[in-house]
């Protein structure tokens, strides 16, 4: 099965900086997803990032905070901007193989702390 | 309302159960049903993806789907402490417009 790649896994970072969170799969995809997750919660979808369109922002996030690229169909990064603590999470990238009905395959994400 | 729902438990059972984690639905436009695994500090992992109404089995684990009551359920048979992880069923709309909606999740917990 392929490899969803997720760096980095973890890290602590200060408030007002910011953070580029980079996803690789060893297969080509169309569909790729961004997530955030809270402990014990479910996921909630930031933005949706096709290759050769823009990204797709749900309701809540905006560009300016959660810039996407996806310069090719095995890449994707999300940058979280001028973090606050309120950005503590995990964040999950998603992919789709084949067409728009499968399911998504996650990789193993990445938790980030705000000081 | 939301349009899936899930109980998040948590869900404790003694090893060896039977154990039935279920969500509801509200939209009969949702065609394709998925059951995830996610142990902490992992992402979610797929366990079963199924379209039609009926069961689908897998090993110690099986999808239903009843689409008729808008009700999705996943068994575990001989159920181990490695189960103990927090389950999430999700579902996908029919048609060109890739939207996948998820339920809350349901801790499970298997005592040894």
């Known amino acids: 099965s392929a490899v969803i790649s997720q760096k980095p896994s973890r890290d602590i970072c200060q408030r007002g900086t910011s953070l580029t969170i980079q996803c690789q799969v060893d297969s080509q995809v169309t569909m790729m997803f961004w997530y955030r997750q809270q402990p014990g919660q479910s996921l909630t979808l930031i933005a949706t990032a096709n290759q050769g369109s823009e990204a797709t922002y749900e309701s809540g996030f905006v560009i300016d905070k959660f810039p996407i690229s996806r310069p090719n169909l095995t890449f994707s990064t999300l940058t979280v901007s001028n973090m606050s603590p309120e950005d503590s999470s995990i964040y999950l990238c998603s992919v789709v193989f084949g067409n728009s009905n499968q399911p998504q395959h996650f990789g193993d994400g990445t938790r980030l702390s705000i000081l | 309302q939301k349009e899936v729902e899930q109980d998040p438990g948590p869900l404790s059972v003694p090893e060896g159960a039977i154990v039935s984690l279920n969500c509801t639905y509200s939209?009969?436009?949702?065609?394709?049903f998925m059951w995830y695994r996610q142990y902490s500090r992992k992402g979610p992992e797929l366990l079963m993806y199924t379209y039609s109404s009926g069961n689908k089995e897998d090993g110690r684990f099986t999808a239903q789907v009843d689409k008729s009551s808008k009700y999705i359920s996943l068994f575990i048979r001989d159920s181990q402490p490695s189960d103990s992880a927090t389950y999430l069923c999700a579902m996908i709309r029919g048609g060109s417009n890739y939207q996948l909606i998820w339920g809350a999740g349901t801790k499970l917990i298997i005592k040894p």
């Open positions: 939209n009969s436009a949702f065609q394709y």
